[in-house]
Every structure is written in C-alpha cells, then in structure tokens.
C-alpha cells in the first residue's frame, strides 16, 4: 500500500492487490485454502480475477501471469501484489514436500511469463526468522496465530518431521529460507532485497521506491 501511495502522489497509474483480495489477478491453491480456513463465509471467497470459482476449472490457470504481464502493458498501469510469486505461488510445493526441481521448475515457469512486465521483485527479509514469527504471531494475535500453526502442522513438510507448535512455523521458515535466496538470485530482472524493513519503514520505502523508478525509467526507455 506504501509504494502504491507513493506512485499515486506521482501521477502514475497504479493498482495494489492486497493477498487474500477476492478481485486478486493471480488466483493460487495455498491463498484460497487459507482465506477458507480464516473465514470460510467471506464474501467472494475463491473467486478468480477473472470471475472463475476457485474449482471451476482453469480457476488456477497456469498463463495468469502471462495474461497479468500482458494487461499491465496494454494498459499502461503498474500492478502491484503482496506475496503471490515467492510465498503463494513457489512456497506452497516447497512446503507439500516435492522435489527441489519442482519447485524451481515452477519459479522458472511464472518468471518466464511475467517476463514482457519486466516486474520488480521486492524480497522483504527477516534477519531472526524465529523473533520474526514470534513477533507476527503476537502482532496479529487470535485466531490468526492458530490457524497459522495449524496449517504448517498439517502440511507433509511438518508431518514428515513430527513437528508441532510454532516451532514448526520457525523451522519451516529456516528451511525455506536458503531455497528462496537461492531463487532470488536467479531472478533476471529488476529486484530489491531489504532486511527487517520493519526497523525504518522510511528508509525501506525510500529504497524500494528508488529501485522502482530506476526500472520504470529502463522500461520507458526501451519501449
């Protein structure tokens, strides 16, 4: 919502998805199972962007970001979405146990699709990943804290390691967190990685911003 205000103030034609938006572009499986488990009688639960119930089929198509690419440059606007490529869209086949090939099989498919966008990635980063967690679940408080350890418990990542409680939270977290920064690296195009943007949102808005218009200017340049 930050970055989103900060284009708006400069006249440009922008648009944030928050996750769990019922209106949301990108429609995944993992975001539909927990807006589901948080309130299953939420208005306009598992509808896609484009209208389509969460088990019609084509709800999860695999060209929606392709298509995604395609409507920002039709339309000259800058999306902006929280967490749907690394947490919604890769995570999920991390955490259900497949093959690491899988999973980069699946970062490399939608990068390849969002690929006419050119998109910036901004990768918010824990340093302590267990005071991270410690810090959400207190923040966010109940039922949230709950349903989130309830969901990593029953996932085949946790189960297959016989762990419980927030701790399996931590531990699944520390677990992905060589995958992603591994991924973040293959990424080709522009991308900004902050560090606890929480200590100075500031700065961390200053950053991301600057990041932003750099690629917007590189865009515009070569079209």
């Not at 896609?48 to 695999?62: E, F, L, M, T, W």
């Not at 409680?165 to 080709?188: F, M």
Request: aromatic share 8%; hydrophobic share 40%.
């Amino acid at each position: 919502m930050r970055v989103g205000d900060w284009l708006a103030r400069r006249g440009e034609n922008a648009r944030v998805f928050c996750e769990g938006a019922a209106d949301h572009p990108i429609r995944t499986r993992a975001e539909d199972r927990l807006r589901a488990a948080a309130d299953p009688q939420a208005p306009g639960l598992g509808s896609a962007g484009d209208g389509r119930a969460a088990g019609s089929p084509g709800a999860y198509a695999a060209d929606q970001w392709r298509r995604l690419a395609e409507r920002c440059l039709r339309d000259r606007r800058t999306i902006i979405l929280e967490s749907s490529y690394l947490q919604n869209s890769v995570m999920p086949a991390f955490i259900d146990g497949v093959p690491a090939r899988t999973v980069n099989e699946i970062f490399t498919r939608i990068q390849r699709q969002a690929a006419p966008a050119e998109p910036l990635l901004v990768y918010l980063r824990p340093a302590d990943i267990s005071a991270a967690i410690a810090r959400i679940h207190r923040t966010r408080g109940e039922p949230w804290s709950s349903r989130n350890v309830a969901f990593v418990e029953n996932s085949p990542w946790a189960r297959r390691r016989n762990l419980q409680g927030q701790d399996a939270v931590v531990k699944l977290y520390q677990a992905w967190e060589p995958v992603v920064t591994q991924l973040y690296s293959r990424y080709r195009f522009p991308k900004i990685m902050v560090t606890d943007p929480q200590r100075d949102w500031q700065v961390t808005l200053t950053r991301i911003c600057a990041t932003a218009r750099l690629s917007s200017t590189r865009r515009n340049t070569q079209t």
